[in-house]
């Protein structure tokens, strides 16, 4: 499932928020809910960590620990969580997508480049990851690759009518052109 909840803006910034669940006292947890935006809560985790006890082998709750863990500056084990979906599913976009980013986060380009071009390889129209994909070309010094991904992810927002994320992209790709050196890349 993509988890369209987080294309709320472009790139890695988008990421950077923090992500829990909709839970109310007295629910239990629910591989089927969506992620909000919200803060990591220790009950939240322990429902996490129940599910993922009561059935090792469903991917959605390590992704959804994982997205807990980089809420918390805690990348490597944010990196195991996605490493075990990937285990389980191996065509999941998200884990691919959000694996990318804690390389990013990391330092290591070079997997998370290879992380964002798997999961184009398997859905080549999800916009959000052009975006993560071209600020790791920029770390990289890749400006004309960066370029080209921002506005491939631009149009897909576009055509998928997400106008504002739209909007900043083609703001980034001409800070792009003139200054590179002026886009910032939150890490």
Do not use: W
């Not at 290591?108 to 999800?126: F, H």
């Not at 890749?142 to 055509?159: H, V």
Request: proline fraction near 4%.
């Amino acid at each position: 499932m993509v988890l369209k909840s987080l294309l709320l803006g472009v790139g890695l910034l988008l990421f950077s928020m923090s992500p829990s669940f909709a839970v109310t006292e007295g629910e239990s947890f629910n591989r089927k809910e969506t992620v909000l935006m919200a803060h990591v809560n220790p009950e939240v985790m322990r429902m996490i960590n129940e599910a993922i006890e009561q059935n090792p082998n469903d991917p959605q709750p390590y992704l959804q620990r994982g997205l807990a863990y980089n809420h918390l500056e805690e990348y490597q084990k944010a990196l195991n969580d996605f490493n075990r979906v990937l285990e389980l599913d191996a065509d999941n976009v998200d884990a691919y997508n959000f694996r990318g980013t804690m390389y990013f986060r990391v330092g290591d380009y070079e997997r998370a480049l290879a992380d964002y071009n798997q999961a184009m390889n398997i859905n080549p129209d999800y916009a959000l990851l052009y975006f993560n994909r071209g600020y790791v070309r920029i770390e990289l010094g890749e400006i004309q690759g960066a370029i080209e991904d921002f506005q491939k992810g631009a149009n897909l927002a576009k055509k998928q009518g997400d106008l504002n994320t739209y909007q900043q992209a083609q703001a980034i790709i001409e800070k792009l052109k003139v200054a590179p050196e002026s886009v910032s890349v939150t890490n």
